[in-house]
């Protein structure tokens, strides 16, 4: 599962530079569990680097919202709506209208 999920965060942030793809992937692996709809509050080793990407690098959750990348999650087996949630789980609630008009989320 995790090289599935690898594949499929390689290929939605295709879009952003290769060095911040590897590192926005290898962050965002702790909460791998929890882009599959798992239930309870995320554990501090997931919501800390996704805080952390939010701050640092929100292009890469634009990317994974984005149409390809959400087919793309959703071939990985990813349930999009539950990934989507995933900041305000770990409060840091995330406005993704910025994505759409290009800015930061």
Known sequence: M???????MISLLS???????TNCINRLLPCMNFFNGSR??????????????????????CQMISVKGSNAAEQAG??????????????QP?????CLKGMSP
């Not at 995790?2 to 499929?8: E, L, P």
């Open 40 to 61: 309870g509050n995320p554990p501090e080793s997931c919501c800390n680097p996704l805080k952390d990407v939010i701050e640092n690098m929100p292009e890469c959750l």
């Open 94 to 98: 995330v406005n993704y209208l910025g």
């Open 15 to 21: 879009g952003v530079a290769l060095g911040q793809n």
């Open 78 to 91: 990813i349930n999009v709506n539950e990934a989507q949630m995933l900041p305000a789980r770990c409060g």
């Open 2 to 8: 995790k090289m599935k999920f690898m594949i499929m």
